[in-house]
């Protein structure tokens, strides 16, 4: 929980969400890719502060996908005491303390809930309804469809129950609070862990499942018409499909299904060899593997295998080439492509569909264009980073920072940093350099990208190369830029003129 002896003034939090926004530059513009443009502001203030208030950072967050209100955990002002949580300038009742999870915003962003603790009681505050006292209570999860709420409770007499959508469940002698309870993709189901006779039973829409001496990893599929979960008994792991108990094995370590729903993998230990089984059908084992996947069309999965001191990767049956190391992988969105880091402690190479790169001091992920066709990353050779594209090597800069490619796969911008200078650079070319460079963001057609750029004291927004009019103190910490059409996007800004002022600060494109 947070306590009130824990004070941040709000000029510090100020500071640290400017300090910890982006990375670093100095103007002086390379040719443009496109004419200027022609922008319009509008500013919308959803929330501002007195002068010395003092908030929470760490529980500071914005409510995604609609990014149009921020909420954090702050000190009572003027003559009460205790801890409140702001919402776009309404502040909430007081508390002695809030949990150090601070506000929670639905999955559609509209809902917000926290927990909350006066005198020996904590409350549930979900919609500004302050739910009765209990003795405690754990972490507060929305449905996905943000229709539905749950948590889990403990009364004055050390019982255990989850409520849900405010009706309580019934009441055991402990259940597990990690991840519980939790609802399935269609937000109609409701599982969670219990402690019941000396075992642990699934509760399952209010019906107990069979006891058992462990039980790990839930899972509903994706469509929410199958559960499973890991069991043990008698030092035997099973999975648990719909209630049927699967083959045994010494042990099971992880569990995941296709993104259709029609296919079960998880590894498994027999001995001091592991194993991929897919859909009850045991894979070649090795002394180790990975935790596999499949991919978006669900007809192949991938996983790195282990063997003496050489790994490689495999896809279904087939395995790829014998290296030291294997690092991440992933399928490309159409699954028709996978790509893979291999190497040794000393260097480090990405493999496409088994296709060996370059080798580097090191690499990032390997990413995909949403279209399939590129391959991109970040790459490392002595103290320089450049960008690799479909193995072609990119101008070296002291550091890259991030990359992104357009919805339509036409475009790649990236930050880069030489010097004291950091530089945005969109198809190669170097389109503008500033002092820092925030979050960055395409247009839904590809068109446009806008961006946070920071000179001479001061943050603004940049369309391509045009720069926007509007000057702010700083944009709140990992907010991103959200197109609402091809042509208008807002994020979120701050001002500090008279007090902290909360903005969404909204940009439009005209040709």
């Keep these: ?12 939090v100020i500071f640290l969400i400017l300090n910890g926004l982006c990375i670093g530059a100095t103007a002086e513009t390379s040719p443009p890719r496109k004419p200027l443009l022609k922008l319009s502001e509008t500013k919308t203030l959803i929330g501002s502060l007195e002068n010395g208030t ?5 529980t500071l967050t914005t409510n995604f996908p609609l990014v149009n209100s921020v909420s954090f955990a702050m000190k009572a002002t003027g003559e009460k005491t205790g801890i409140s949580i702001f919402r776009n300038g309404h502040i909430g009742p007081v508390f002695d303390t809030i949990s150090k999870i601070g506000p929670i915003f ?8 926290y927990i909350a603790r006066k005198g020996n009681a904590s409350h549930a505050v979900i919609d500004e309804k302050v739910s009765e006292a209990y003795d405690a209570i754990a972490t507060i999860f929305f449905s996905p469809d943000s229709k539905r709420t749950s948590y889990l409770a403990r009364d004055r007499n050390k019982k255990y129950f989850v409520i849900t959508d405010g009706k309580k469940g019934p009441e055991y002698e402990g259940i597990f609070g990690s991840g519980y309870p939790m609802f399935s993709p269609n937000s109609k189901q409701i599982a969670y862990l219990v402690y019941k006779n000396k075992s642990w039973v699934m509760v399952l829409n209010d019906k107990e499942c069979e ?16 559960f499973c979960y890991l069991a043990k008994k008698n030092n035997t792991w ?9 083959k045994a094995y010494d042990d099971i370590l992880t569990l995941s299904f296709s993104p259709d729903s029609q296919h079960l993998i998880y590894v498994a230990k027999t001995g001091e060899k592991h194993l991929v089984v897919v859909d009850e ?25 282990y063997t003496g001191k050489k790994s490689c990767i495999v896809v279904n049956d087939k395995k790829g080439p014998w290296v030291k190391n294997i690092g991440p992988y992933n399928f490309s969105p159409d699954s028709s492509r996978f790509a893979y880091v291999g190497g040794s402690t000393e260097s480090s190479i990405v493999f496409a569909d088994n296709t060996e790169g370059k080798e580097y001091d090191s690499v990032s992920l390997p990413t995909f264009s949403p279209d399939s066709s590129i391959i991109a990353y970040k790459a490392k050779r002595g103290d320089k980073q450049f960008m690799i594209i479909n193995n072609q090597e990119k101008k070296p800069y002291d550091s890259i920072s991030m990359f992104l490619f357009s919805p339509d796969s036409r475009h790649l911008a990236y930050v880069s940093k030489q010097g004291d200078t950091t530089i945005m650079v969109l198809d190669d070319v170097e389109i503008n ?36 009019k509007d000057r702010y103190k700083g944009f709140v910490k990992n907010v ?12 979120l800004a701050l001002q500090a003129e008279k007090g902290p002022e909360f903005l969404i600060a909204e940009v439009h494109i005209s040709e």
Aim: hydrophobic residues 35%; charged residues 20%.
């Design 281 to 305: 059908s045991p894979q070649k084992s090795f002394q180790a593997v990975s935790q596999p996947f499949f991919s978006p069309d669900s007809k192949r999965f991938i996983y790195s295998a």
């Design 54 to 58: 003092t908030i929470f950072p760490s």
């Design 106 to 113: 639905s999955p559609d962003g509209t809902r917000l809930a």
């Design 211 to 226: 006891p058992f001496d462990e039980i790990k990893s839930p899972l509903f599929s994706p469509d929410s018409n199958h």
């Design 1 to 12: 929980m947070i306590k009130k002896k824990t004070p941040i003034l709000v000029f510090l």
């Design 433 to 468: 350099r500033y002092e820092k460079i925030g979050m960055i963001g395409f247009s839904p057609d590809g068109q446009h990208l806008a961006y946070q750029a920071f000179r001479d004291e001061k943050w603004f927004m940049v369309v391509d190369t045009t720069e926007c």
């Design 480 to 491: 991103p830029i959200v197109f609402t059409s091809p042509a208008s996007f807002h994020t």
């Design 238 to 246: 099973f999975v648990v499909k719909d209630n049927q108990t699967l």
